[in-house]
């Protein structure tokens, strides 16, 4: 049984959905208590999937203490209140639910842009006062206005295409869109300068990164139209907060509607929060009923589907494939494991790895198997649990080198996968594998030597010079040592053979020891794969 802690106040469709597989003890803690780390560090250890939204916070402390974490499962799309790099460290997918809250956060977008142009909270909260304010409360028309998008991914696509239906000029700036892309969409592109000139509305649709942080400051302010609107539905920290309330304030911003804030909740004597031109709302972009039940539903299945099965869909942390070219892939993820696995038994010192694929290998997603190897490479030369979604980090950590080829070049094989490895001390540097009949895997070269191997429980690898008696001889050593041979593969290249002996069971090093010491033979090294 995996248990999962779902966070967040999240639809109840998630704990259907987990609870339906038999597999899943679900709890739901929706205590508050919880956001802080130092109380979700005490709770998580016994926990295998972790669900949450955008209020509690999984940060490198709380990760320390997930002993048994695999999964943390975000519904919705931004996953800044994880530490991402600190779960791949440790080999935690972090997936989350792109476009299940996309429409809805557009809708509110909008909601905020005509709340702001005709001051509707203000008028309400006016009329509960007992009032009847007309000409203080005159807004301004949306048609034929310039509508500024800054980040024109899933959201901001959405807001344009409704904008443009209420008759807005919508100009847009993503660094990360072509031309093409934004023509598509009837939008301009335009650089972020331009978009601060030109723009009546602006509105914030990037995610919370490095370059995105405080985007919207003083200095950008300045370059805004005089009496420009503001609408930040990304991320609270996107936009420096004093400088709006300084520029709303002076009137070079005639009003802005904020539903993120730097901190959340923020602190209730922000000055802004206080003022009368500045609309808020509290985190709700993605809070309707249908767009919950969307992220719920996405992200109790993937994480479900990863715990059982192994499939990874949407993870920002691993490359996300699905269930059909999982299928494709895991016999040569199988196959890489071990093939790293040999490798990093057999060499010591790794600097650089080229891992080529060819054949049909290269019509599919390679990256989980270029993971696999990683993998298999590492785990020995390292105590730390590693698995798919660490090894590269871990690789990375290391100084290691990774390098991923797709050849086109005509091999004997359907599909090859190429190992090599620079700059070791000794031993052969490379390795090539394939899968004969879509499930057997094969070692079908190990250095300059083909062969035909199957990489499989413990193998002793002997390398010698090949004369007559050397396999006598080493048959007999086993056999004294009362070791049983499964299969003994041979394969030579000039004077020099490579022999890849499958064994019962493992043999002790002075057995090793001995193959040594036997005339002819270079080397003698045991691997379990
Ligand atoms: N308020 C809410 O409840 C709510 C709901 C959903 C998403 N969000 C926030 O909205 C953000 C956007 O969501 P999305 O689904 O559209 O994400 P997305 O990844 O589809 O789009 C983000 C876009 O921003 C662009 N971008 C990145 N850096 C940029 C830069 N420096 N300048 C201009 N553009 C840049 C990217 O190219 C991309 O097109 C999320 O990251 C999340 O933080 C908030
Ligand atoms: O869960 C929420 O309510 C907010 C989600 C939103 O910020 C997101 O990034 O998807």
Redesign the pocket.
Same mark, same amino acid.
């Given at each position: 049984m995996y248990k999962i802690m779902i966070r967040d106040n999240m639809s109840p469709i998630a704990t259907e959905i987990l609870e339906a597989t038999g597999k899943m003890e679900v709890i739901t803690d929706n205590d508050k208590a919880g956001n802080d780390p130092k109380v979700l560090s005490e709770l998580i250890g016994e926990y295998h999937g972790l669900a949450v939204r955008?209020g509690t916070k999984v940060t490198r402390e709380v990760l320390e203490k997930a002993r048994n974490l695999k999964v943390i499962g975000r519904a919705?799309?931004?996953v800044?209140n994880i530490d991402v790099q600190a779960a791949t460290r440790q080999g935690i997918v972090v997936m989350n639910a792109?476009g299940g809250?996309?429409v809805t956060?557009a809708e509110?977008t909008i909601s905020l842009m005509l709340a702001l142009a005709r001051n509707i909270p203000q008028a309400t909260a006016s009329l509960r006062e007992g009032k009847w304010e007309k000409k203080q409360l005159t807004g301004v028309e949306i048609t034929g206005k310039t509508l500024g998008i800054?980040? =024109? /991914?899933?959201?901001?696509r959405v807001v344009a295409e409704r904008t443009r239906g209420l008759k807005m000029n919508v100009i847009a700036?993503?660094?990360?869109?072509s031309k093409d892309a934004a023509k598509a969409l009837e939008v301009e592109l335009v650089s972020?300068d331009d978009l601060f000139a030109r723009a009546d509305f602006i509105t914030l649709?990037?995610?919370?990164?490095k370059?995105?942080i405080n985007?919207i400051n003083a200095s950008a302010i300045s370059k805004m139209k005089q009496g420009v609107r503001l609408i930040n539905?990304?991320?609270g920290e996107i936009v420096d907060i004093d400088a709006l309330y300084q520029a709303v304030s002076d009137g070079h911003v005639a009003g802005a509607a904020l539903?993120?804030f730097p901190q959340e909740p923020p602190d209730a004597s922000l000055p802004i929060l206080k003022h009368p031109h500045v609309i808020f709302t509290p985190? =709700? /972009?993605?809070?309707t009923g249908e767009a919950q039940i969307k992220v719920a539903d996405m992200i109790a299945n993937q994480m479900a589907e990863y715990l059982l099965s192994g499939v990874i869909t949407h993870a920002v942390n691993f490359p996300s494939v699905s269930v059909e070219i999982m299928e494709q892939l895991r016999p040569h993820i199988d196959l890489a494991e071990k093939m790293g696995s040999l490798m990093g038994q057999l060499v010591r010192k790794v600097h650089d790895i080229t891992i080529t694929y060819s054949g049909d290998l290269t019509a599919l997603d390679t990256r989980p198997v270029t993971h696999a190897v990683l993998k298999g490479l590492l785990s020995s030369f390292t105590d730390k649990p590693l698995n798919y979604v660490s090894a590269p980090a871990l690789a990375e950590e290391k100084g290691i080198h990774v390098r991923e080829v797709l050849s086109s070049s005509k091999d004997d094989f359907s599909g090859l996968i190429k190992v090599k490895l620079e700059a070791h001390e000794e031993g052969p540097d490379e390795i090539w594998g394939t899968i004969f009949e879509k499930k057997y895997p094969r070692i079908v070269r190990l250095g300059k030597i083909y062969m035909d191997a199957i990489p499989e429980g413990p193998m002793i690898i002997i390398q010698n010079i090949d004369k007559p008696g050397v396999i006598g001889n080493v048959g007999v050593t086993l056999g004294s040592n009362n070791i049983n041979i499964g299969r003994f593969q041979l394969g030579r290249l000039g004077d020099r053979a490579l022999c890849m002996v499958n064994v019962d069971t493992r043999a002790d090093d002075q057995v090793i020891e001995e193959i040594k010491a036997l005339p002819n033979i270079i080397s003698a090294d045991q691997v379990n794969l």
């Open positions: 955008s919705g799309i931004g800044d792109p809250n996309t956060t509110h800054i980040g =024109l /991914g899933h959201i901001g700036a993503d660094p990360f869109v972020l649709h990037v995610p919370r990164l370059e995105t985007m539905c990304s991320r539903d993120v985190h =709700l /972009g993605a809070s």
